[in-house]
């Protein structure tokens, strides 16, 4: 069962209100790397996670990314609720949907469940939840770049922080069922092809090696060539009997 | 520059075509978890990763993607070409829009490229990478558990054992940016709450602890507080007055 | 700032686990009418509404909705957890996706934010509500009506008299501003066919007349004709003038 | 059956043509408050709406959407069809997709039918359709604010005009069904719960009374608890069991 | 401006209602190749189409679409309005949102105007039209194969043939421009290489030729390579110093 | 199977790199006319192609589409790679996401496989593809018109001169068929209305016609009426049974 207290978990104090900016903000509001996705994902993931440990860590960071999307919505609240008259103001879409924040993210587009990477097992999940911080990591650090404020970059550090600090748990977990650094999981056999690198992007120059294709963890596949066969050859038909078949 | 040639990768056998399996195995045409969105993800990648060699391995595997892609739709066009008559045809979708792949997952959703999960850092992308092998996987054994004949588990065999294959390259490049185990990235500093777990999902039973929220990695808060301010009370309208004020 | 308790709100408890119905049960998970639209919509507004005690109440409505969405969950959780080796539920998205609840409709549909109707107005807010509440007892008597077993009818009962609950606040809250039977709201004063009901669909029989085109509170015209003129005619090309300005 | 006149229902003048102006009110061609979601949400309720005299209200209405879809439609041709060489013109959607209005938003998004609320009641209907036209009558009043001439303006003011006149007579129809302030209808009986508020978001000052959860409509929940219990505890297994099932 | 009329443009008589038909027949309501897109897409071109000539013509093919749109609508309603307690009525969406049409396709996915194909040039509108007609045909012939009973065949016919019809305007329409087989069109001059064709998806088997690849019209390319150059190879880092740059 | 060589198709220089422009080019990555759109809609049309000459064309073609997008994707990268501490810069959606192309369109949508045309019969497929070829061949000409500098209006030509080819090819495969001019195709036989041109928008002066509603090929009706009948008048009830009704 959910509850909530009115103080936010961490003020939010913008100093320059700036509507376009606010906008920019939505990509974490309704974005697809922004907090709701992160919650949602989290949440929808310990429905099915059958260790309850785990299932726990799942909703105890769930909850916290619920109030990280409260602390952007009241950013956005502040950096649009004094624009009305202001000529940036009404190139914003809050010109013509309203103050405060909406599920969009910043170009507009509506957020969908699509962003949300879940189900089955346990160890996809949290590499699931992984790759979900960085990206919000990611676009942190591009809306400090482009803050106009102390007092937003304070608000948007603390969030790509915590980011870092959900990463680090998700690693944990997944290094405590030993999936940190080994790929496979789960109950199928790889067949024999496992250790295959396959060049198929080719180019004397730039085809280069590295420890993800190297022996011996790699077989180097320099020239790959397909092992199945053409399909056979169906006789086709002239342009004659091409007629009389589509009119048909 | 592509480049295409009519024999498949991997030949497919299917012994036993079964519309019904072919609409399963939509999910890894069109669907979130499937090839295009592999392919798609690494491919467009590609062209913002700076470090030319970890680009030409985010190629070779995208190449090998839409190779599978093809498998799989060769696979879901075995599965449908001679059902036109038969009765549980009748109950697909290809009834309606014709025999072989869609670009839709098993539901009849259309693909979005919402599924795909890039953009400005290396090591978010390959973290998103290793999250789209561990839900390729995932599905494909599902579809295995399902497949009704042994040629369609062979080949959906050797197109999990390429995302394992796959994921361990991914996690090799990580592991080469020192980024595997490592949960920060980027240029801005953490600031001095990076290392504290919210206990937010309570239950003195059900509270667990484990290597993602025991010190000395963390501390462990276990009754979180808000640490900002509730929003100053405004004095409310009574009933006469919001009439008014909304009827203006 | 947001907490949670592991025990439900209601205990759910399911005695005739059917994984067709738990994905009928996903249109109030992840459906248009569902309880994460919900939640959403009223948490969303929360942030734009200026009368703070409307603000709190949408706040208190929006947090019962997310352990409604949480108890929903935990209803197909039981669903489908035993169902792997059931031939009825390999006809599922759960054979495909996994068991337990995805933020997809019952159609497999993913949600969108474009089902949250918000935005500038708490008046437009509020009626919003009653509309989404509306929906969401809609499928809720449809979902009673297809339930399996009473501890599903009796949660799913529940949940049903919530909205109806919410619907009274929302009511309430609407006609202490006046405008749960007033049309108008806003700045903007309407012009002088604000009372005409045009008769645009016709047929001597069929054209009924009620309390929504009669007398005294509108006028009606019973075979309306364009107020407008046409567009000036354009002098035609021929169609050597045609060919000519295609060709340019 | 459908017929059409050439004539405009009013005529639409733009003395000041402004293309970024025109991208704002397709927010009202292809958005989510526009005349599209209008007209066919009152066309496809018409459809299951069981009492004749209402399902000609709805068809009359849609009708006249359509008309107004048309109106909008015309009055963004004239905003954009001068705007070849300008600046401004070139920083729009227009400049790439052509001139004339599309079935998107402001923001460029595609219409969706995720917008329309409909099916299965007419008492639901009837609700969703007085939230639609809120939601419209606050865009109009927001593009009337944006509005660069006064054709523009005028034209806007009747389109708002009419959707007070529609909720005015969706207000009336749905008081012949003595729904207009009764929160319950269907054939579910409430349980015991439903007059209780839920005091779910706290805060010792900013908890408000209001008629929406006072006495005797209802009783006010101060300090609510789960009613569920937890669930039973899992015994987790430690790390290096974890380690082997995960490897399994 | 819209006119309607309560006839139906051609009566519809279903003698075997099927709920589970009726979900297929949703494909032309709310899919993409049914009617709405059909509708829509002739009504948007013709803001932009400067001919009035052609602008009558997509008027008039738009308007009888819509009243396509309604036969369908009213085929769907028959086929749902008494199935409430039937077994197959309750394996269908109409058992969860209600009897009669949605804005959905028969998978249950949304409508969107991402299916309307449209937009500055009336030669591309009106190859967008054959195309959209031949989609539209193509599903009637999959119903009609599909129908359970006569008077639905005499409809869907009905439907079909005027899609051969509007088809057959388009095409006179498109070569009164001279463009129905002139590739060309607008003002842009090709480049040199207009003529080539690029043989890329390679097998001396199956490599075939047609009047799509032969002189004189085309120049065969048998073997195709790149004209770009490489990209520089840059200095790829080592490890130590791919670690040393990701942890900056 | 797939493979890739690294040196473009043919080279893009961009010499002035406009983020601004950057954005607009996304419309032929990841928008509705782009090169992604044509690509997959080939390749997914030639698993359904029965006559494998047709269906190595499709596949020809579909392969370089994809070296097509890759060419936007590089002109895309370019145009964005410098621009980091540019304003101009800052307004657009790679500030935000990071530089290189995105699978989005030039207003920030996913793209979506709606935008694919595809199924079930040849000659449908064949007119689709004429459609998406006139679709992509009008944006290159828009994006023409705004490229800043002469490389990219260079590669831009290219580009579009290679749509007009393969409008060509698929044209001339058409006619091969039989099936460029004639409007009917597949097995269902039109009925008598199969001429008849409904004049449904009307107006005296703006009624044109033309080689589309001409005798012989047409017959023209000038007043169209409904051949159906109106519904039977259902007895509606007063308002007092209205209410009952409801309430039940």
Do not use: C
């Amino acid at each position: 069962m959910f509850f909530h207290r009115k103080q936010l978990m961490l003020d939010v104090k913008v100093e320059d209100p700036q509507a376009q900016f606010g906008q920019m903000l939505l990509e974490q509001f309704g974005g697809a790397t922004g907090e709701l996705t992160a919650a949602l994902t989290y949440w929808t993931q310990s429905f099915h996670v059958e260790d309850s440990a785990i299932r726990d860590m799942l909703q105890d960071i769930a909850i916290e990314e619920f109030s990280h999307l409260e602390m952007v919505g009241r950013m956005i609240e502040q950096h649009t609720e004094k624009g009305d008259k202001d000529k940036a103001y009404k190139s914003t879409l809050f010109a013509v949907r309203g103050i405060g924040p909406h599920l969009v993210d910043s170009q507009g587009q509506a957020w969908t469940s699509a962003y949300v990477n879940e189900g089955g097992n346990v160890v996809r999940d949290l590499r699931a939840d992984i790759a979900a911080e960085a990206g919000a990591r990611q676009t942190y650090e591009a809306l400090i770049k482009l803050s106009p404020d102390a007092g937003s970059k304070e608000a948007l550090t603390f969030l790509l922080t915590r980011e870092i600090s959900h990463t680090n748990m998700f690693m944990k977990a997944l290094d405590s069922l030993g999936k940190l650094d080994d790929p496979a999981f789960g109950h199928v056999r790889p067949d024999e092809t496992v250790n295959l690198y396959f060049n198929l992007s080719q180019d004397g120059q730039l085809d280069a090696r590295g420890p993800w294709n190297e022996e011996p963890a790699f077989e180097y596949v320099a020239d790959p060539a397909p092992r199945g066969q053409a399909p056979e050859k169906v006789k086709n038909p002239d342009d004659e009997h091409r007629k009389a078949r589509a009119a048909e």
